[in-house]
């Protein structure tokens, strides 16, 4: 199993920067998918960015030039640094991992960190 650990979140001003990262532990971090959800109040979970085990990444256009995903398997952490931070990106955001294919039936499995709160105020 993969256990997650969320941390950088906290209160910046518009236009600030954060970098949260998440580190992993309890298994082989450098085969795994990674991403990073958010939630605001009210809302519905969302994905804000992935990055595969290959390096391969994506984002929701909300972030695309101001969002970067990026993973250092040394360290097992995954990273999600955050620019021209907006009022509108104030959510908890939460780290995943996503295994690859095993088992008699192909299936996934999927691990969740306890979030970190991200507030963009002045």
């Known amino acids: 199993q993969v256990q997650l650990v969320e941390s950088g979140g906290g209160l910046v001003q518009p236009g600030g920067s954060l970098r949260l990262s998440c580190a992993a532990s309890?298994?082989?971090?450098?085969?795994?998918?990674m991403g990073w959800y958010r939630q605001a109040p009210g809302k519905q979970r969302e994905l804000v960015a992935g990055?595969?085990?290959?390096?391969?990444?994506n984002y929701t256009d909300s972030v695309k030039g101001r969002f970067t995903i990026s993973r250092d398997n040394n360290k097992n952490t995954v990273y999600l640094q955050m620019n021209s931070l907006k009022p509108e990106d104030t959510a908890v955001y939460y780290c995943?991992?996503?295994?690859?294919?095993?088992?008699?039936?192909?299936?996934?499995?999927?691990?969740w960190g306890q979030g970190t709160q991200v507030t963009v105020s002045s």
């Open positions: 990055i595969t085990s290959i390096g391969r990444t």
């Open positions: 309890g298994s082989i971090f450098s085969i795994y998918n």
């Open positions: 995943n991992a996503e295994s690859p294919r095993s088992g008699l039936t192909q299936q996934r499995r999927y691990y």
